[in-house]
């Protein structure tokens, strides 16, 4: 091997060794354990989730029996609509670490407490607004899954 490509190599390990990133394989990375609480909230968010699905599904199989023809467009704004709130919500679809935030040089302590307290329950309003949104693309899903493929299963 020539010189300048050892001197290269030795670079790019160097670099590789001085990297503070210790990167994982997929699956091989540490598990966070969950305290008892934020696994209460997990169980709740899913019996919510659980429940708003079952209800939207029932309002919309029912309106679909009746032959309401606005249903679909009604479903699909609301379903708009609940993303973009939860979007605004949540500030993006990043979720910023709060522990990192630095406070700025002209806001005063408290001022940034107040600050943080409130992304912090702007994080978790988002949740439910998620959770809200979730059954309508999953209804409209199903329901054109069953048009496209009903016929198909009947014969």
Same mark, same amino acid.
């Given at each position: 091997m020539p010189k300048k490509y050892r001197r290269f190599k030795k670079k790019k390990e160097q670099a590789e060794e001085a990297s503070v990133v210790k990167k994982y394989k997929y699956g091989e990375s540490p598990k966070k354990e969950h305290t008892a609480e934020e696994k209460r909230e997990y169980r709740k968010l899913m019996l919510?989730? %659980? #429940?708003?699905? !079952?209800? =939207?599904? #029932? %309002?919309?199989? =029912?309106c679909v029996k009746l032959e309401f023809k606005y249903i679909l467009p009604v479903y699909e704004g609301l379903g708009i609509i609940?993303?973009?709130?939860?979007?605004?919500?949540? #500030?993006?679809? *990043? *979720?910023?670490?709060? $522990?990192?935030? $630095? *406070?700025?040089?002209?806001? #005063?302590?408290? $001022?940034?407490? *107040?600050?943080?307290?409130?992304? @912090?329950?702007?994080? @978790? @309003?988002? @949740?439910?607004?998620? %959770?809200?949104? !979730?059954?309508?693309?999953l209804i409209m899903l199903i329901d054109y899954v069953i048009i496209v493929w009903g016929d198909n299963l009947a014969k």
């Amino acid at each position: 091997m020539p010189k300048k490509y050892r001197r290269f190599k030795k670079k790019k390990e160097q670099a590789e060794e001085a990297s503070v990133v210790k990167k994982y394989k997929y699956g091989e990375s540490p598990k966070k354990e969950h305290t008892a609480e934020e696994k209460r909230e997990y169980r709740k968010l899913m019996l919510y989730l %659980i #429940g708003w699905v !079952i209800i =939207t599904a #029932g %309002i919309y199989m =029912t309106c679909v029996k009746l032959e309401f023809k606005y249903i679909l467009p009604v479903y699909e704004g609301l379903g708009i609509i609940l993303f973009f709130v939860w979007l605004v919500f949540n #500030g993006g679809f *990043k *979720k910023p670490d709060l $522990e990192k935030y $630095e *406070k700025p040089d002209d806001m #005063g302590y408290d $001022e940034f407490c *107040k600050f943080i307290d409130k992304l @912090k329950a702007r994080q @978790k @309003k988002s @949740k439910y607004f998620l %959770i809200l949104f !979730i059954p309508f693309p999953l209804i409209m899903l199903i329901d054109y899954v069953i048009i496209v493929w009903g016929d198909n299963l009947a014969k």
